[in-house]
Nanobody, 124 residues
Framework: QVQLVESGGGLVQAGGSLKLSCAAS????????MGWFRQALGKEREFVGN????????FYVDSVKGRFTISRDNSKNTVYLQMNSLKADDTAVYYC?????????????????WGQGTQVTVSS
């Protein structure tokens, strides 16, 4: 069993930055990748990007590429989502999730564990 706790959400003006954290406890040895998703009000959950624990390789969707950066600290079992140049469209509840899949898991069902989510609101 893996428990995930996000933190760092809040209210920021457009063009500003926020850094989200996701602390994993009870980490399973089969937990290979950590993903970030977001869900805006009335919309489906959207994949943002992910990082593989061992290799540190990352993947981002086009809408955040160049603005968001995912990193990890293996010693702390923590993954980060640095968000820069935020836009009003980035407003959503952000979730981190853990996957045992190989490759680049991008769909919600490919992730076995989820955090509770943290609200990010970008004012224009």
């Amino acid at each position: 069993q893996v428990q995930l706790v996000e933190s760092g959400g809040g209210l920021v003006q457009a063009g500003g930055s926020l850094k989200l954290s996701c602390a994993a406890s009870g980490r399973s040895s089969s937990n290979r990748a950590m993903g970030w998703f977001r869900q805006a009000l009335g919309k489906e959950r959207e994949f943002v990007g992910n990082i593989r624990w061992r290799e540190g390789t990352t993947f981002y969707v086009d809408s955040v590429k160049g603005r968001f950066t995912i990193s990890r600290d293996n010693s702390k079992n923590t993954v980060y989502l640095q968000m820069n140049s935020l836009k009003a469209d980035d407003t959503a509840v952000y979730y981190c999730a853990a996957s045992s899949w190989f490759g680049v898991p991008r769909r919600p069902h490919e992730y076995q564990y989820w955090g509770q989510g943290t609200q990010v609101t970008v004012s224009s």
